[in-house]
């Protein structure tokens, strides 16, 4: 799974992952702080954000969030947040009814090369390990699918896999899909998930929380000044790159 944004909670939205993360030497001065905690919390979703029916987690938000990581023993584990963050929220929520869940998150960072190292940790975890477990936990068929076309970002990485094994060692069967994306030095994850036969309403629902976070990060006041848009001769930023491989599992993103 992606060591950035969600295996989007269990049935009831519930998030046990390593969430609390300490923050790193203050960077820049409090007033960019402070406007970028303001950022941040504009772009995360809201229940209503992702439709009728969805109400907030049991833990529905977190700020500062710790960042995922996936071991070399393949566990999935969370950690601080790196230097050079400078402000980061998630939130999650569920819908009663089906089951869903989903979770959006939004991290901003000092530049873009910190932003970048951060989505390649994210790649690498998936690379490395198609199954992964945290405590009675199991996850298996972790791998990337094509990027949903969004447009808007330098780079997108999508992932998506199953439980089998819940918190509780029963067994289970939900799929998940994380899609992580970096404009700059900001990185915004949705993930979704729910039943196995729901797995197009999960990409559906992962999707659209990804394009309504970047359209609130484009038009949301202060965003321009906090990161600045600048074309590239790549063409960056009309849509995402191709696909390069995966992403590690997020702080709640999954499940």
Known sequence: MSAALMRAGGPDGSDTAGSIARSPSPTGSAADRAAARRLASRVALTPADWGPGFIRSTRYETAPVAESVVLLTCEWSSRAVR?????????????????????????LFDDEDTAQAYVTDVRDGIRRCPQQHRDSER????????SPQVPGFDEIVAEEGRQVVAEDGTRTDRVYVLLTARADATVLTASAGGQTDALRKVREQAADGLRKMRKRLAQG?????????????SGRGQGPLPEEGGINPGASRRR
């Open 83 to 107: 230097a050079g963050t400078v402000a980061s929220v998630s939130r999650s929520v569920y819908e009663v009814a089906s089951g869903l869940s989903a979770t959006s998150e939004v991290r």
């Open 139 to 146: 996850w298996v068929g972790v791998h990337t699918t094509p």
């Open 221 to 233: 006041p202060g965003a321009s000044a906090m990161h600045p848009a600048r074309p590239s001769s």
